[in-house]
C-alpha cells in the first residue's frame, strides 16, 4: 500500500531544482512518480521483447521463411521500441530533472540504432560487438529491476565519494558505449563499405538502392538539437510542435512511398480500388 500511494506524492518543484543551479525554470511544476508495478512490467517486457528478437531469425531460417519483408518487420519494430526503452529507462531513473541529459539518451538511441544499419548496409553484413543491444537491453532490465524494489528516487541517493548522484552512472555508461560502438560503425563505414564514399540503411539495404545524406527525417531532430544547444533560443513547446508536425508529415510521406513500390512489386492495389472484375463476375457476363 505504502508503494501504491508513493506515486501519487508530489515532489519538489522543478522550477526551484532549476532555479537553484541558475537554469531556466520548466513549466511543469512537480515529479510524480510512476507505481512500482509500471516498472516489473517494463523489465519483464523488455526481456520477452529481447527474447524473441534474438531467435526470430533463427526460427526464419529454419523454417526457411527468411524475406525482405520479414527482415523490415523485424527492423521496424526494433526501431519503435528504441524509442520506449529510451524513455522508459530515463523515466525509470528520474533524468526529467536533468532535461540535457535526457535528450541525449533519447537522441543517443536513436542514431545507434540509424548507425548500426549504415554499417550494415555499406558491409552487407549485421555485426555485433563484445558490448551490443543484447547486453544494453539487459542493463535496462537490471535498471527496471532496481527502480521497482528500490523506487525510482534511489537513484537521487550522492554517491558519498564521487559526490554525484546514482542516476548519473546509468548516464556515463550511455556515453561511454555510444563512443565506444561509433568507433566502430563509422570504421566499417568510411573503410569497409562497398558504396559511394560509403554513404550508401535497412530499407536501402534490403532494396540495394542509394541511401542519401541530405534526408528530411533529420529536420526535426536537428531543429530540437540546435533550440537545445543555443539554451532555448526559441520556446521549446513551439519547436516541439513545429518538429512533431515536420516529422509526422515525413513519416506519412515516406510509409506512403514504402508501401506503393511494396505493392507494386508484388503486383497488389493499395490506397485505390481496383477495376479488374473477380472471376465469378466474368462467367456470370459470358453465361
Request: glycine share 8%.
Amino acid at each position: 500500500m505504502e508503494r501504491d500511494s508513493a506515486w501519487l506524492q508530489r515532489g519538489p518543484s522543478l522550477c526551484e531544482q532549476r532555479s537553484a543551479s541558475g537554469q531556466a525554470p520548466l513549466r511543469h511544476r512537480h515529479i510524480m512518480q510512476a507505481p512500482y508495478w509500471t516498472y516489473l512490467l517494463c523489465a519483464l517486457g523488455l526481456f520477452i521483447y529481447q527474447s524473441l528478437d534474438a531467435i526470430d531469425g533463427k526460427q526464419a531460417r529454419r523454417t526457411n521463411s527468411c524475406s525482405p519483408l520479414g527482415e523490415l518487420f523485424d527492423h521496424g519494430c526494433d526501431s519503435l521500441s528504441t524509442v520506449f526503452m529510451a524513455l522508459g529507462a530515463s523515466i525509470a531513473v528520474r533524468l526529467g530533472t536533468h532535461p540535457d541529459w535526457l535528450f541525449f539518451c533519447s537522441f543517443i538511441g536513436m542514431f545507434m540504432f540509424y548507425c548500426a544499419h549504415w554499417q550494415t548496409y555499406v558491409s552487407g553484413m549485421l555485426r555485433f560487438g563484445k558490448v551490443d543491444v543484447t547486453e544494453i537491453q539487459i542493463a535496462l532490465v537490471i535498471i527496471f529491476v532496481l527502480s521497482t524494489f528500490g523506487g525510482a528516487t534511489m537513484w537521487d541517493y550522492p554517491i558519498p565519494i564521487l559526490e554525484i548522484k546514482l542516476k548519473i552512472l546509468p548516464v556515463l555508461g550511455v556515453v561511454g558505449g555510444a563512443i565506444f560502438s561509433c568507433s566502430n560503425y563509422f570504421h566499417v563505414i568510411l573503410h569497409g563499405g562497398v558504396g559511394k564514399n560509403g554513404s550508401t540503411i535497412a530499407i536501402a539495404h534490403m532494396t540495394k538502392s542509394e541511401l542519401y545524406l541530405q534526408d528530411t527525417v533529420f529536420i526535426g531532430p536537428g531543429l530540437l538539437f540546435l533550440d537545445q544547444y543555443f539554451n532555448n533560443f526559441v520556446d521549446e513547446y513551439i519547436v516541439l510542435w513545429i518538429a512533431m508536425v515536420i516529422s509526422s508529415l515525413d513519416m506519412m510521406r515516406y510509409f506512403s512511398a514504402l508501401c506503393l513500390q511494396i505493392s507494386r512489386h508484388l503486383h497488389l492495389s493499395i490506397f485505390k480500388t481496383s477495376c479488374h472484375q473477380a472471376p465469378e463476375q466474368v462467367h456470370k457476363h459470358i453465361d
